[in-house]
């Protein structure tokens, strides 16, 4: 254990190995959602596992990682919802070419019968110092949001949606030079996550006036990401992306006094 490093950065852990690995684990958890009688919103086992995964995924994405284990856990039998999570799990990983590069394993419940659907995944991913993605914005950054914020139970969430991000989508935007920091929206919302970027920068977030996206409002499943960049490379950031694009605010840095 002596030299190994373990730190938080917003909702990752990091597990420096060494001088050269550093480890990301990212987790998400769903519940209520699913086929099970006494679940609030109705989707197929299939889609609950897709969702999870999707989510766990485009955390370590983003951060610069390489994932290498998705470590589910199920609060229903393997039959018959335990094996569809299973397969929507790796048709997710299959969507974003790392179908046989990724590690996947679990528990079920078969104790007791659950008659309302649960499952628990946990991701770990693998990068070097230099891969890490995380702390790059800048002071000036303006943030744009690619996707659209949806969540159920007030939205009907398609994962096939063209107007909701996905892993793909941060693979494309970590291609791009003028990125400096992707971070996928959760259920706190737009604006909570633009506050921690800009936190991590050491400056504060200045939304638009009048945004066109409702920056409180949930992204349920990561249906979208918001991506720092100067501003003279949103509009080609946007015309590169088959999604949505709207800038919504900007790092500023914070005043003394």
């Known amino acids: 254990?002596?030299?190994?490093?373990?730190?938080?950065?917003?909702?990752?852990?990091?597990?420096?190995?060494?001088?050269?690995?550093?480890?990301?684990?990212?987790?998400?958890?769903?519940?209520?959602?699913?086929?099970?009688?006494?679940?609030?919103?109705p989707a197929s086992a299939k889609v609950v596992g897709r969702a999870c995964a999707r989510v766990v995924l485009m955390e370590i994405l983003a951060a610069g990682g390489t994932p290498v284990v998705l470590v589910d856990t199920l609060g229903v039998s393997m039959e018959p919802y335990g094996r569809e999570i299973l397969a929507g799990i790796h048709e997710e990983l299959e969507?974003?070419?790392?179908?046989?590069?990724?590690?996947?394993?679990?528990?079920?419940?078969?104790?007791?019968?659950?008659?309302?659907?649960?499952?628990?995944v946990t991701g770990l991913g693998l990068a070097s110092p230099q891969e890490l993605r995380l702390g790059r914005t800048a002071l000036g950054d303006l943030v744009l949001v690619a996707g659209v914020p949806k969540s159920a139970p007030m939205d009907h969430v398609d994962l096939d949606d063209p107007d909701v991000a996905n892993p793909t989508t941060i693979q494309r935007l970590l291609a791009l030079d003028a990125v400096h920091e992707i971070l996928p929206v959760g259920s706190r919302g737009i604006r909570y996550e633009a506050e921690e970027l800009a936190h991590g920068a050491g400056g504060v977030f200045v939304p638009l006036p009048s945004p066109s996206l409702d920056l409180g409002k949930s992204a349920g499943p990561s249906t979208c990401v918001l991506v720092t960049v100067p501003e003279d490379a949103v509009d080609p950031l946007s015309a590169s992306l088959s999604l949505p694009c709207h800038v919504v605010g900007s790092i500023r840095e914070r005043e003394l006094g």
Do not use: H
Request: aromatic fraction near 8%; proline fraction near 3%; glycine fraction near 14%.
């Open 1 to 41: 254990m002596q030299g190994i490093r373990v730190s938080r950065w917003r909702d990752l852990i990091l597990v420096q190995e060494d001088a050269f690995r550093i480890w990301i684990i990212a987790c998400d958890s769903l519940g209520g959602i699913g086929p099970q009688p006494e679940d609030v919103y």
């Open 95 to 120: 969507r974003c070419g790392l179908g046989g590069k990724v590690a996947v394993t679990g528990s079920t419940e078969e104790n007791v019968w659950t008659k309302q659907t649960f499952l628990g």
